[in-house]
Nanobody
Framework: QVQLVESGGGLVQVGGSLRLSCALS????????MGWFRQAPGKGREFVSA????????YYADSVKGRFTIPRDNAKNTLYLQMNSLKPEDTAVYYC????????????????????WGQGTQVTVSS
């Protein structure tokens, strides 16, 4: 059974940095494309970033491009979201997701393409 567990969320000041982690267990981590989504208060869950199985291809939402990066460490079965220059509008619950479809070679921005999800971790950016 595949399980995803996020960690690293918390309270951070405007302009600060935070690194989220997502640990996958139950299957080989490198067989999954991975993504991050977030849900702010009163809003739907939106795409943040995604990375292919090998880590060679990434994609970022316009709202975070240039500030966030999405490295993965297949040897540690862990996905990261490095968040820099944080803004109040980055405040949200952040969710890690895994896509097991081996026929898809590029990372997807569609929530429906991810079949495993973590429980989320809260990120609050204060001004």
């Amino acid at each position: 059974q595949v399980q995803l567990v996020e960690s690293g969320g918390g309270l951070v000041q405007v302009g600060g940095s935070l690194r989220l982690s997502c640990a996958l267990s139950g299957r080989t981590f490198s067989s999954f494309a991975m993504g991050w989504f977030r849900q702010a208060p009163g809003k739907g869950r939106e795409f943040v970033s995604a990375i292919c199985r090998s880590g060679g291809s990434t994609y970022y939402a316009d709202s975070v491009k240039g500030r966030f990066t999405i490295p993965r460490d297949n040897a540690k079965n862990t996905l990261y979201l490095q968040m820099n220059s944080l803004k109040p509008e980055d405040t949200a619950v952040y969710y890690c997701a895994a896509d097991s479809n081996l026929a898809r070679y590029t990372p997807s921005i569609r929530r429906g393409d991810y079949n495993y999800w973590g429980q989320g971790t809260q990120v609050t950016v204060s001004s």
